[in-house]
């Protein structure tokens, strides 16, 4: 994979740079990412906090996680994109919406998470590790 990595939103007014290799590739299947989303799961990139470099204007917009967490969701403010995040607690990686990179085929999931809120049509990559709930919390972090 090369770097750096660059992506942004649907009206070009956010853009973004990732400088380090993502630690994770994540298909997320939980409720506030299927209605931020309006799919059945976000597909995130997961990179270090230092890595990503944002320019332009952007909105946060706090949710309770299932988790019980603050899950902080950026999206544009002209064209509404969701484009990342911020956890209350995992503060060393940031979730970027993987169909905001300018190639979106970089993305590869290693993993589906908080699969108890999956949707019944929705039909998952059976190759795939599944975690009922947060992964990160399933290895100990």
Known sequence: ????????????????QINARPARMVNCHCRTCQKA???????LVFVPDSALIIAGSYR???????????VFRAFCVHCGTPLFGRNSV????????????????LYAPE????V??????????????????????????
């Open 1 to 16: 994979m090369m770097l750096p990595i660059t992506g942004g939103c649907l009206c070009g007014a956010v853009r973004y």
């Open 37 to 43: 989303t309006g799919s059945a799961f976000m597909a």
């Open 60 to 70: 946060e917009y706090p949710t309770v996680a299932a988790s019980g967490r603050t």
């Open 90 to 105: 995992f503060t060393e990686l940031r979730p970027v919406a993987a169909m905001t990179l300018d190639d979106p085929g």
């Open 111 to 114: 993993l589906d998470m908080w």
């Open 116 to 141: 108890a809120d999956a949707q019944p049509w929705d039909a998952m990559n059976p190759d795939l590790p599944k975690y009922p709930g947060n992964f990160w919390e399933a290895a100990g972090k």
